[in-house]
Structure formats: C-alpha cells, structure tokens
C-alpha cells in the first residue's frame, strides 16, 4: 500500500488530522482524525510502499504490545485509512 | 488619469487605483464605509491597479486549475516566478475578469468587464482573493457567514450554501430584541492580542449590510437542517472542522494553509463552538440564543 499524494497532517494540542493539501483533491473535503500512535504510525510511513506487517512491527517498536495485538491495530488502521481514501492498495 | 482610493477593512488597509470613469460610485457603494484618507504604506496589505486592456494580462501559460462554484468559473494559473493569474467566468460563460498577483501577494494588477452584475461579481472577488492571500498571515480568517451583533458581541452562523445562514439571523432579527445584522455573508475574523474579534466587510452577499465595526465573538454555530432542534457543543478536532470548510484558502498551497490553520487552532481555543441541528423556526432561534447567551453572561 501507499499513502495517496497530497495529504498533510497537522497537530491539533494532543490530536493530528490528516487534510487534502493539493489541487487534486480540491473535492476531497473531508478531515480525517488521528490518535497519537495512529499520528506516529503515519508520520513514520513516509513516502514508501508499506503492507499492514510493517505497520504492526512500527506499533511493536514504539509500544509495548505482543504482536497479536499490534496486528489487529494494524489491520484496523489500514482499513479505516482505505475507506477515508487517504491511502491506496 | 487614475483615481486613488484607500480603504481599511477588518483593520486591514488596501489602495485601488481605477482608471477615471471605470467604475461608478454605485459599483462602489459596498466600498464606502470602509474609505480611509490616507494608507501608510507598510501598513497596507495590497495595492490593485484596475486597467482598461485585457490583453496585457494574457496568462501565457498552459497548465492551469479550474475551480467551479454557484458563481462561476475560477482559472488559476501559476508562472515560474510564483506569480499568478487568475481568469474569471460569470455563470453566463462570459469572462468577466482578469487579475495579475505578485508572488508576496502585495500588488496586483486586474481588468474588469460584462454586465452590472458580473462586474461587480469580478471586483467583489478580486478583492476577497487578494485580501485572503495577503491576510492569511496576519491571523486572519475571510469566513463564510451571517452574523449577528447581540449586546456587544457576534455570533457567526456557518453552513453550506442553502443550509439557511441567512434564514437563521433573520429569525434572530425576528424573535430576539435588540439583535442586528453585522454581515450576511463574508465577515472578517481576527485574533487582536488573544482576543478573537469580527468585523462587518464590503463583501456581505446578496444583502446591503457594509457595516464598519469590530466586536468580540461569541460564538460559533454550524446550521445543518434538521426535522428538529438540537444544539451541541463541539471541541477539538470536531470544532477544527466545523470551521475550515467555511474560511477562504488556496488550500493546497502549504504555506497559506498552514497560517489559516494556525489562526483557527486559536480560536477554537477562545471561542466556543456549536453544531445546530434545525429547523427554520422561532424555536431554532430561541436555542441557539440561550445556549450561546449562556456562554457570554
């Protein structure tokens, strides 16, 4: 997966928010929010082609959870990012 | 021969240089609340240079944006050394304006033409557009709203375009004594020293309501029509959004939307913000006044 051009996150006190930041997406009028881990998750995503495999081993790294827990977060997290259209397959 | 006309809206100066005759004193009645003498000129936000030939103000460029709203057509071009024109197209198809922006936003040079009305459309949105660019900095923010002065203090009504702004401050006007209206459609929000203000503008929709004064905010409300009335408070990120789709930006240029977020992120932590959810009714008015009057006693 990859993280569709044109997005930037802003930090709002504690929360982040991902908002369309280009002409391409001029129609794109929706925010979406983020949590803290979910904000360090997208920060560390970079540019790069990633799976939901990466996403749980940047969880694992960062915070003390077993693998089976990070996964589901991970998995999560992508689905909820695919639906909001800020990343794509 | 060029008249000079300085104005100073939402505490922020500009000067127009109009070619004699160009415009008429009608075509800038909602402008003349706003004349000032004199403009000094490290105070002055941008300076636009009305001119008679079109020509001169080809784009010569080919990639370009194109973005449509209930007004027409907006054609943005970007040059290579960052400055920009932009085309505008009345709903009729006919182009009505052309407008030259330096890179910083300050000068600009713009031909105007077509009907009565779609003069005024071109010069109206000329001016939003330069006074967005050049204010973003300043913490600033051209929202799109109706509001109302109550008791020394504004309350701004958000909401898409047919959502009832309008509908709503006129049923304040109605049912609650001693309300006005500031501004029907594009008042100027500022933070002054920590405090968030509104001021009346030239720029006020469809009607005549070019108020010069500055109040404190109130509050914020976004109308969403309803079969009911139900008001609800909004912070964080929820407040954040129920105000960015309503302020003026070229969102997709880094640098400007990071100051429009700056300037909101303040004042969702001054100002309290509301989500209504209603009808166009008495009731409606009566709920949003005693919640938001709640807040300012």
Not at chain 1, 36 to 61: H, K, R
Not at chain 2, 16 to 22: N, T
Not at chain 2, 77 to 97: K, N, P, R, W
Not at chain 2, 208 to 222: A, L, S, T
Request: aromatic share 8%; hydrophobic share 35%; glycine share 6%.
């Amino acid at each position: 997966m990859k993280k569709i051009k044109g997005f930037a996150m802003r930090r709002l006190g504690q929360d982040a928010m991902i908002v369309a930041e280009s002409v391409d997406l001029i129609d794109f009028d929706k925010i979406v929010s983020l949590n803290s881990s979910a904000a360090y998750v997208w920060e560390s995503l970079q540019e790069t082609d990633f799976t939901t495999q990466t996403i749980t081993d940047i969880l694992m790294q960062r915070y003390d959870v077993e693998e089976k827990v990070a996964h589901k977060d991970a998995s999560e997290l992508v689905n909820l990012w695919l639906n909001a259209g800020i990343i794509k397959e | 021969m060029s008249e000079i006309l300085n104005y100073c809206v939402g505490g922020h100066m500009f000067t127009l240089y109009i070619p004699k005759g160009m415009l008429s004193e009608e075509e800038l009645k909602p402008y003349t609340p706003f004349r000032t003498e004199s403009c000094f000129i490290e105070e002055r936000l941008f300076t636009l240079n009305l001119i008679k030939d079109k020509e001169t103000l080809s784009a010569n460029v080919q990639v370009s944006t194109d973005l449509e709203d209930e007004n027409g057509k907006t054609t943005l071009f970007t040059h290579e050394d960052g400055s920009m024109t932009i085309y505008l197209t009345a709903v009729s198809g006919c182009q009505c304006c052309r407008i030259r922006i330096s890179k910083d936003y300050h000068t600009a040079k713009a031909w105007i033409g077509g009907t009565p009305s779609e003069r005024r459309y071109a010069l109206d949105t000329t001016l939003m557009l330069l006074y967005t660019f050049a204010s973003a900095k300043l913490d600033t923010l051209l929202i799109h709203a109706s509001t109302i002065k109550y008791d020394g203090k504004g309350y701004l009504f958000l909401g898409k375009s047919g959502t009832g702004k309008s509908t709503h401050s006129h049923l304040w006007l109605e049912h609650i004594e001693g309300s006005e209206l500031l501004n029907d459609d594009n008042p100027i929000i500022r933070i002054l020293d920590g405090n968030v203000y509104v001021y009346g503008s030239s720029w006020s929709g469809k009607t005549n309501c070019y108020r010069n004064i500055r109040i404190p905010v109130g509050g914020i409300v976004r109308l969403h029509q309803a079969p009911f009335n139900r008001i609800s408070p909004l912070s964080g990120i929820k407040a954040y959004a129920t105000i960015l789709p309503s302020c003026s930006c070229m969102k997709w240029n880094h640098e400007m939307a990071e100051e429009i977020h700056s300037t909101i992120s303040k004042v969702i932590e001054r100002i309290p913000i509301y989500s209504l959810e209603c009808l166009p009714n008495q009731e409606a008015a009566h709920l949003s006044f005693e919640t938001l009057r709640s807040n300012n006693e």
